[in-house]
Each structure stands twice: as structure tokens, then as C-alpha cells.
């Protein structure tokens, strides 16, 4: 059964930095595309970036995280973790790690329905 947790959301001050980690089980890195999507209140849901499963290698859908947030995992504790730096209130939104139901690679585009195993997400506050 896979099941995936995140943590690390907070209320930070505009400019500050977070981390934020994405625990899966029941699942090998190596052959999942991981995802973080965010979602603001009363806004659809909006692909931030998305690691292949064999290479690392991350595809940043959102233009305004490419400068400032980084990707990284621990292949070994299968945890992903979101980087975000100089943040700003606009990134204040719930933030979801998931897991691809469609196999190591992610898609150019970013659809919550290519993703089939859900955190509960973990909160991040930005204030100006």
C-alpha cells in the first residue's frame, strides 16, 4: 500500500525559507514519478515540479518557483524534499507531494489526475 506524508509547511515572513519533505511508502523512488502540486484557497490545483523516477532529473512548472525552489531526494529514506527560498505571500497554499500513477516520468505538462497516491498536504503561510 503506498502511502505518501508530507511535512515542514509553517507561517514564514515574506523572503524567508522553507523546507518541505515528502515521506512514501510502499513504493521504490526509481520507478514513480514524484510531484508537488499547491493548492491557495479557492484555486484549482497547480503543478509545481515533478522529479523522474530514475533520473532525478526535475521538470519546474511553475515559472515563479524555477529561481527560487529547488528539488532534491534521499533515495535512501525515499523521502523528496521541496526547497523554497525568498518566499513571497503568493506562495501561501496547501502543498501536496504525490506519487505518478502512470509509471517514472513525468509529463511536460503538470495534471493532478497523472498522479494517483495523495499526502494530506502541509500548510505553507507567507506574510507580507
Known amino acids: 500500500q503506498v502511502q505518501v506524508v508530507e511535512s515542514g509547511g509553517d507561517l514564514v515572513r515574506a523572503g524567508g525559507s522553507l523546507r518541505l519533505s515528502c515521506t512514501a511508502s510502499g513504493l521504490t523512488f526509481d520507478d514513480y514519478a514524484m510531484a508537488w502540486f499547491r493548492q491557495a484557497p479557492g484555486k484549482e490545483y497547480e503543478g509545481v515540479v515533478c522529479?523522474?523516477?530514475?533520473?532525478?532529473?526535475?521538470?519546474y512548472y511553475l515559472d515563479s518557483a524555477k529561481a527560487r525552489f529547488s528539488v532534491s531526494r534521499d533515495i535512501a529514506k525515499n523521502t523528496l524534499y521541496l526547497q523554497m527560498n525568498n518566499l513571497k505571500p503568493e506562495d501561501t497554499a496547501m502543498y501536496y507531494c504525490?506519487?505518478?500513477?502512470?509509471?517514472?516520468?513525468?509529463?511536460?505538462?503538470?495534471?493532478?489526475?497523472?498522479?494517483?497516491?495523495w499526502g494530506q498536504g502541509t500548510q505553507v503561510t507567507v506574510s507580507s
Open positions: 504525490a506519487a505518478s500513477r502512470s509509471g517514472a516520468y513525468c509529463f511536460i505538462a503538470a495534471s493532478e489526475n497523472d498522479f494517483g497516491y
Open positions: 522529479t523522474n523516477g530514475r533520473s532525478g532529473s526535475s521538470i
